[in-house]
């Protein structure tokens, strides 16, 4: 089995910054593309942030020049800094993953739990 948990949520001021952190563990061959979802109430899963194995990223277009995505490879870990924070950012962060369990079959997406991120105004 594949698990990711999430850390790094919590209660900022408008302005301030977090960090996220996703690692991948369990039975794992190799990750290809890591990522960053969120779902704000009544709204949409939207896309915030992607990376591939090779170091490439993807910014929704509301979080370019304020967040950063980056991956360790050796940890399966994914990581989020988000700077510059806004009332609208607050939302249930996921992490996602596509992850190959065996050489010969996937990759598979799996996803964390989540992790709460509180904006105050």
């Known amino acids: 089995q594949v698990q990711l948990v999430e850390s790094g949520g919590g209660l900022v001021q408008a302005g301030g910054s977090l960090r996220l952190s996703c690692a991948a563990s369990?039975?794992?061959?190799?990750?290809?593309?890591m990522g960053w979802y969120r779902q704000a109430p009544g709204l949409l899963r939207e896309l915030v942030a992607v990376?591939?194995?090779?170091?490439?990223?993807n910014y929704a277009d509301s979080v370019k020049g304020r967040f950063t995505i980056s991956r360790d490879n050796a940890k399966n870990t994914v990581y989020l800094q988000m700077n510059s924070l806004k009332p609208e950012d607050a939302a249930v962060y996921y992490c996602n993953a596509l992850i190959k369990q065996t050489s010969w079959i996937g990759p598979y997406e799996f996803w964390g739990q989540g992790t709460q991120v509180t904006v105050s105004s």
């Open positions: 369990g039975s794992i061959f190799s990750i290809n593309a």
């Open positions: 990376t591939t194995r090779g170091g490439s990223a």
